[in-house]
Every structure is written in structure tokens, then in C-alpha cells.
């Protein structure tokens, strides 16, 4: 799971995502997922997948990059966006 200060994200074994907007449903009633842009999904997965499969120095790099920059955080961070969850 990945959360920040607006956004909680899931992604389940089966491959359902769950989105929830905390300001506005902070006990997470309902997901956003069907309602959220195609593109915002597919940044968030990548970014799951790609720090589910890091280590070390990768993983700073990854957190600190946002899910839009998860494709390149190997080679540069931008400003943190989110922190992974301890769920």
C-alpha cells in the first residue's frame, strides 16, 4: 500500500486496485479506483511494483521520485510525493 497526506493506494494479489482520497473518506469506504484517470493508476502500480522489487539506496531513490518518476529514480530523485505505508 502507498499513502500520502490526499491519497491511499492498493493493489491486491488479484490485481484490484483500491484508491481512497483521505481528506474527503478518511475511513475508506469508498474506493476511487473506477473513477480515477488511467494514467494515475498505471503511475501508482508501476511505482508498487518497482518498490515491492528494490533494495537499499533503490528504495530511497524510488520513494523520494513519486510514482511519476519511478521509472527513473535509479538515475535522479525528484521532490518527495507519498511514503509507502506500513500496512
Known amino acids: 500500500a502507498l499513502r500520502d497526506a490526499r ?3 492498493m493493489e491486491h494479489r488479484s ?5 481512497y482520497d ?3 473518506d478518511p475511513y475508506q469506504l469508498e474506493s476511487q479506483a473506477r473513477r480515477a484517470p488511467a494514467a494515475q ?6 511505482w508498487t511494483r518497482a518498490l515491492f522489487a528494490c533494495a537499499g539506496e533503490t528504495c530511497r531513490r524510488l520513494e523520494d521520485a513519486g510514482p511519476a518518476g519511478a521509472a527513473t529514480a535509479t538515475t535522479s530523485a525528484a521532490p518527495p510525493t507519498a511514503t509507502p505505508s506500513a500496512r
Open 7 to 9: 491519497y491511499t493506494y
Open 15 to 19: 490485481g484490484a486496485a483500491e484508491l
Open 22 to 24: 483521505n481528506p474527503a
Open 41 to 46: 493508476l498505471a503511475a501508482l502500480s508501476a
